[in-house]
């Protein structure tokens, strides 16, 4: 029996409204001691490798915003290689106890540039992370980017909690998704990276998966313009359907002709049982 393989598309879009793209993201291959960047899309097998894929959210005035999501990524790149390499030498390592360590770092870095820089003052981030190992899918999250899981037989469902007021109410079922979505205090956060508040409290877990069943990362402008079922049509149909779109294009474009008020951005991955391949290396 083969591994999982895994599929991906990845595309990040600035919006009609906004003059630039605060949103960032990110997949990368653990090898052993080798760490490679992915492409915005690809296939390989986790046969022999684990995969991270991550979506960040910046906000800030100016640019910080934008820098705020790309140091983010950018740290996210250094510190979780030092860990898998810890894994590939035979030091045993909990998965979720290093995503908690990870987000704690990264907002302590955020929070020092934000002290030392007038340009980084008040600058923030969301971050939602995917690490596929053989047999399961450990993520971590803050903020209201979210992470989907798609199984092949079932409904879909949410992860990720939204940090905000309008996330609890929904959680609590005070409010349906219509109401959340005209919800005044719907983009008010109260759990981000970088941001004034020196303890963070990520949500970290994991699921085990199946062959066929997808994840879809998304920042909050995606879903400004698809709803929930909207989002479940799109990332299942056939890749790439008859238009010739990935996942991730089919999602920002829908999402795009109904608002693209925000940023937007989303990456899918699918599980699949197919012959081993080697990861694709970066693509324009």
């Not at 820098?67 to 035979?90: D, N, V, Y």
């Not at 899981?149 to 959680?171: A, E, F």
């Not at 005070?174 to 990520?202: C, D, F, K, W, Y």
Request: charged share 25%.
């Amino acid at each position: 029996m083969h591994a999982p393989d895994l599929r991906w598309s990845g595309l990040t879009h600035k919006g009609k409204v906004r003059p630039n793209n605060e949103d960032a993201f990110l997949g990368l291959c653990f090898e052993g001691h080798d760490v490679r960047y992915l492409g915005k899309t690809g296939e390989a097998s986790v046969s022999n490798a684990d995969f991270v894929f991550a979506v960040s959210d910046g906000m800030g005035g100016a640019q910080s915003g934008e820098f705020a999501s790309r140091i983010t990524i950018e740290k996210l790149s250094h510190w979780l290689p030092k860990s898998f390499q810890m894994s590939a030498l035979g030091v045993a390592v909990n998965q979720t106890e290093l995503l908690v360590e990870v987000f704690h770092s990264i907002h302590g870095e955020l929070l020092n540039l934000s002290r030392s820089y007038e340009e980084c003052r008040g600058m923030g981030t969301t971050l939602s992370m995917c690490w596929f190992t053989p047999e399961r899918v450990y993520f971590g999250h803050i903020g209201d980017s979210r992470i989907y899981h798609l199984p092949k037989s079932g409904d879909m469902h949410q992860l990720t909690h939204d940090h905000t007021h309008t996330g609890w109410l929904r959680r609590k079922g005070q409010i349906n998704e219509r109401e959340a979505r005209s919800h005044p205090m719907r983009h008010s956060l109260n759990q981000a990276l970088g941001t004034g508040r020196q303890i963070v409290e990520p949500q970290v877990g994991a699921v085990v998966y199946e062959p066929g069943d997808r994840f879809l990362l998304c920042s909050d402008g995606l879903t400004d313009g698809l709803w929930d079922r909207h989002l479940d049509e799109f990332a299942r149909l056939p890749n790439p359907d008859e238009t010739g779109r990935n996942p991730a294009q089919r999602l920002i474009d829908e999402s795009l002709e109904r608002s693209g008020r925000d940023n937007l951005t989303a990456m899918v991955i699918e599980t699949n049982r197919a012959a081993s391949l080697p990861p694709q290396m970066p693509t324009s």
